[in-house]
């Protein structure tokens, strides 16, 4: 009875918006309604469906079993679509149409209606006593639950394990347990794919007790703006202490997304990131501005003399490649002596790409993907004077944390690079000759949309992945 009541009420709702411009709000014009009903979130939701995605996204929904769910299909990462919008294809931001209560209702709405729930619970589900993989047999161990979106984690010396989540938010965690929320983080505008991001120790953070953590800063000169920043910190009594604004890319912008942001080091006394091109292509190619760049700092913030475009004219100081659209995997390995980064491209040709100071990556002039709605970017996917890409995905698997296999833990593996799928919610892992990607496996599917990965002090791999929030251990087994 309820869902007749329902499917009544939309055939009724959208009969009466079909009259007036899709743009504008529709009442229900049914009276003999009950004003329980009229009144109802499911009624307001529905109408807002009607009134502001139905021209687009069509009545009964079904252009959304079309799209790659690129940003996620989470209740909570549709509200972030209803909310911030992703104007680089063509979605609007609705925060200033309806209530932030009725943009949950839709979300929550169109999530059910979709019956995207399905599944989202992932691997923990399924027997994860006995992973078989091509080379070895795994158990995943599960080490914390109960998050959200966990972006970035560190392991401090004594066991315990920071995570950063992105809604801005630092947790300290020990054996499992949250023992303590950080205070003193700087206000973080947590909005789209901003919020707090990743975290690092400084390699030698047992004698200096640095923290490393990228987070989106608001503007001070655009109203609405932000864009990427890099901050350290020391942690005392659960506060982070004597803070140091390292970086803070310009220009801002009022775009919801690529932001980057993971953190390297290279063992030498600099520290790596990535920041998008903030939803602006041209800004990948634009030498005068901090976006769509792999950056280079020294440990303390100063610009290091021998950065590649020191002393060039209207040329940011801090750039060590450009050409990139949206970083969201960084590894130095320190075995190789090279910095690795994984990049989202659009609708397919996400990269892996060995990082080279000075060097051109391509976007958006070449490029292996295309526009969101169909259309070509560029024609070319190579260029003279432009890096290629180690390897790419077509469609985009949206590559999220990078890592190289250490240690002995792992046998077959070493060596090899390990790097996320937010779209498909799996792992990746990649074997390498050289710099040549030669073989490339799946591991783990339906573990979770995978946020990061990293290799852990005590030589195990940890996957943090999200929708449902989570981190845990990969252990070899015979």
């Not at 923990?124 to 080379?135: G, L, P, R, V, Y």
């Not at 006394?269 to 030498?287: E, I, P, S, T, Y």
């Not at 090279?338 to 990556?361: R, V």
């Amino acid at each position: 009875m309820k869902n007749s009541w329902v499917f009544l009420l939309l055939m009724l709702t959208i009969s009466a918006s079909c009259n007036g411009h899709p743009g504008q709000i529709e009442k229900s014009k049914d009276t003999s309604l009950s004003p329980v009903l009229q009144d109802s979130a499911t009624n307001r939701a529905i109408r807002n469906y009607t009134n502001f995605c139905a021209s687009c996204h069509f009545d009964d929904l079904s252009w959304f079993t079309k799209r790659d769910w690129k940003y996620g299909k989470s209740e909570e990462d549709i509200y972030a679509s209803i909310k911030t919008g992703y104007p680089d294809f063509g979605m609007p931001s609705y925060k200033n149409a309806i209530s932030e209560q009725e943009s949950r209702d839709l979300a929550k709405y169109i999530h059910i209606k979709l019956d995207l729930g399905k599944g989202e619970n992932g691997i923990k589900d399924q027997n994860t006593s006995s992973i078989k993989t091509e080379k070895l047999n795994l158990r995943l161990d599960t080490v914390i639950t109960g998050l959200k979106v966990p972006w970035g984690m560190a392991f401090l010396p004594d066991g315990d394990i920071l995570v950063n989540e992105r809604e801005g938010k630092m947790i300290r965690f020990r054996n499992g347990q949250k023992i303590a929320e950080i205070k003193g983080l700087p206000e973080i505008h947590a909005v789209g794919q901003g919020g707090l991001l990743d975290i690092r120790l400084h390699p030698d953070y047992k004698n200096n007790g640095w923290i490393y953590f990228a987070y989106t800063a608001t503007s001070t000169n655009i109203s609405n703006g932000w864009n990427t920043a890099l901050m350290r910190a020391k942690l005392k009594d659960n506060t982070l202490v004597e803070k140091q604004l390292l970086f803070k890319a310009l220009p801002d912008s009022k775009m919801g997304h690529h932001v980057g942001c993971k953190i390297t080091f290279d063992g030498n006394g600099h520290v790596f990131f990535g920041v998008g091109d903030r939803g602006k292509q041209q800004n990948a190619q634009d030498l005068s501005n901090d976006c769509g760049k792999i950056h280079r700092l020294n440990e303390d913030g100063t610009i290091p003399t021998d950065n590649p475009f020191v002393g060039q004219k209207d040329a940011r100081q801090s750039i060590w490649s450009y050409g990139h659209r949206n970083p969201q995997g960084l590894v130095y390995n320190l075995s190789t002596g090279k910095l690795w980064e994984s990049e989202h491209g659009p609708k397919g040709g996400d990269e892996l790409n060995l990082i080279q100071p000075g060097k051109n990556y391509g976007w958006p002039v070449i490029t292996f993907g295309i526009n969101y709605d169909g259309t070509i970017i560029t024609k070319d996917t190579a260029k003279v004077g432009m890096d290629q890409p180690v390897t790419y995905w077509v469609p985009s698997i949206a590559p999220c944390g990078t890592t190289f296999v250490e240690g002995t833990k792992y046998k077959g593996w070493e060596g090899n690079v390990l790097l996320g799928s937010l779209r498909f919610r799996y792992l990746v892992r990649c074997e390498m000759t050289g710099n040549t990607v030669t073989h490339k496996e799946v591991l783990l599917p339906d573990i979770g949309r995978v946020r990061n990965v990293e290799m852990g002090p005590d030589g195990f791999i940890y996957v943090a992945v999200e929708s449902p929030g989570m981190i845990f251990k990969l252990i070899p087994v015979n």
